[in-house]
């Protein structure tokens, strides 16, 4: 059974930092593809970072230069560190594994940035 489990999550001021863990089971993490996703109230789920099976690393525009996505594939895990955060960043963040064409996805840790 895959399991993903996402922490790090909180109540932060703007211009904060959070990290955000997710914890992968069930599968061989260096072979898949991972990324962080968000939704906000009202909103769709949107991208913020992905990271390939070699390690190469993709952002969303809002995000670059604030976040940074790493991963140990060692420890199973992924890691989402947030600087400079703004209250628009306020969302649930989604941890998600895409391994052998299958979709997986954590229950999502609440991120809350305050003015």
């Known amino acids: 059974q895959v399991q993903l489990a996402e922490s790090g999550g909180g109540l932060v001021q703007s211009g904060g930092s959070l990290r955000l863990s997710c914890v992968v089971s069930g599968i061989t993490l260096r072979n898949a593809d991972m990324g962080w996703y968000r939704q906000a109230p009202g909103k769709q789920r949107e991208l913020v970072a992905k990271i390939s099976s070699n390690g190469r690393t993709n952002y969303v525009d809002f995000v670059k230069g604030r976040f940074t996505i790493s991963r140990d594939n060692a420890k199973n895990a992924m890691y989402l560190q947030m600087n400079s955060l703004k209250p628009e960043d306020t969302a649930v963040y989604y941890c998600?594994?895409?391994?052998?064409?299958?979709?997986?996805w954590g229950q999502g840790t609440q991120v809350s940035v305050s003015s």
């Open positions: 998600n594994a895409y391994y052998w064409s299958l979709n997986f």
